[in-house]
C-alpha cells in the first residue's frame, strides 16, 4: 500500500537540476505519472498521461513524468513528451521506494504538506478516476478528463515497481 514520500528526497530533472521533493511542492501539489522505461507497459500509458496533464494545465497543479531511470533514458522514452512536460528522474527508484509502489505505471498525487493524496497502481482507469476527483477537489477543478478514452489501452497490473 502507498504511503506518504519523504519530503528529504532528493529528485533531478531529466536535464539534472536537483531540488528536495518539500521545494517542488513551495507552490503547488504534485500530478504524476511514475513510469519504468524499461517496459512496454508503462509506454502505452504515456499519450493517456498526455491528455491528462493537458487537461490540468492551467490548474495549480504541477503535473509531471517521473521516470525510473537516467535523464537521457526519460528523454528518448518520452520522446516528443519530453519537451511538453516536467520530466522527473529517479533512477535508483528511491522516490518510488519512499511511496511504498508496487506496480508501474502508477498514478500520485502528493499535497503541498508531502502527503499522499492519491495513488492507483497499474492502469485501471476506476482508480485513476478516483486519484483526479482528489485532484479536482483539492484545487477546485470542475471539469474532468475522460478516462478511459477510446484511444486508452485495456486495463492492465502493470510491472513490479522496484525490480
Not at 58 to 74: Q, W
Not at 92 to 114: C, K, M, N, T, Y
Request: aromatic share 10%.
Amino acid at each position: 500500500m502507498a504511503t506518504d514520500p519523504s519530503t528529504q528526497l532528493t529528485v533531478a530533472t531529466m536535464d539534472g537540476a536537483e531540488q528536495k521533493l518539500s521545494q517542488w511542492l513551495t507552490t503547488f501539489n504534485l500530478l504524476a505519472v511514475v513510469i519504468d522505461p524499461y517496459t512496454h507497459e508503462s509506454g502505452w500509458i504515456i499519450p493517456t498521461a498526455n491528455r491528462i496533464f493537458a487537461h490540468y494545465e492551467e490548474a495549480d497543479i504541477r503535473c509531471a513524468f517521473l521516470v525510473t531511470g537516467s535523464g537521457d533514458g526519460a528523454r528518448q522514452y518520452l520522446g516528443k513528451y519530453a519537451e511538453d512536460w516536467l520530466v522527473l528522474t529517479d533512477e535508483h527508484r528511491e522516490f518510488v521506494g519512499s511511496l511504498s509502489l508496487d506496480r508501474l505505471p502508477a498514478l500520485v498525487h502528493i499535497g503541498q504538506d508531502g502527503s499522499l493524496v492519491g495513488c492507483a497502481e497499474g492502469w485501471n482507469p476506476p482508480e485513476w478516476k478516483q486519484v483526479l476527483e482528489g485532484v479536482e477537489d483539492a484545487m477546485a477543478w470542475r471539469s474532468k478528463p475522460l478516462l478511459p478514452d477510446p484511444n486508452d489501452p485495456g486495463a492492465f497490473e502493470g510491472t513490479p515497481a522496484l525490480a
